[in-house]
């Protein structure tokens, strides 16, 4: 099965906190002008990613994407915590 890549992405919250409990970890990049890569990383399972989100307050977004790392057709499975700041309301 031919596998196609995830999308980076910036999430449309202020922050998100990621962090695998199960599988692969989460990949990561600093997006160029391009919008390709530099180069593309990933966390190890247990490790703890905060990334900035298009809605953040302040300065322009960080330019580090993430996506889920492909794992589809490979017969493996991820846990996944993921939490969002809260929007100042």
Same mark, same amino acid.
Not at 33 to 52: A, C, P, T, Y
Not at 59 to 81: M, Y
């Given at each position: 099965?031919?596998?196609?890549?995830?999308?980076?992405?910036?999430? *449309?919250?202020?922050?998100?906190?990621?962090?695998?409990?199960?599988?692969? @970890?989460?990949?990561? @990049?600093?997006?160029? *002008?391009?919008?390709?890569?530099?180069?593309? *990383?990933?966390?190890?399972?247990?490790?703890?990613?905060?990334?900035?989100?298009?809605?953040?307050?302040?300065?322009?977004?960080? @330019? $580090?994407?993430?996506?889920?790392?492909?794992?589809?057709?490979?017969?493996?499975?991820? $846990?996944? $915590?993921?939490?969002?700041?809260?929007?100042? @309301?």
């Amino acid at each position: 099965m031919q596998q196609t890549a995830a999308t980076f992405l910036s999430d *449309n919250v202020p922050a998100r906190l990621l962090c695998t409990y199960r599988g692969e @970890g989460t990949e990561y @990049g600093k997006t160029c *002008n391009d919008g390709e890569h530099e180069q593309i *990383n990933r966390m190890k399972s247990g490790w703890v990613g905060l990334f900035r989100g298009a809605t953040w307050l302040g300065d322009a977004p960080c @330019g $580090l994407t993430h996506r889920s790392p492909p794992i589809a057709g490979r017969g493996e499975t991820r $846990l996944l $915590l993921v939490i969002d700041a809260v929007e100042p @309301g």
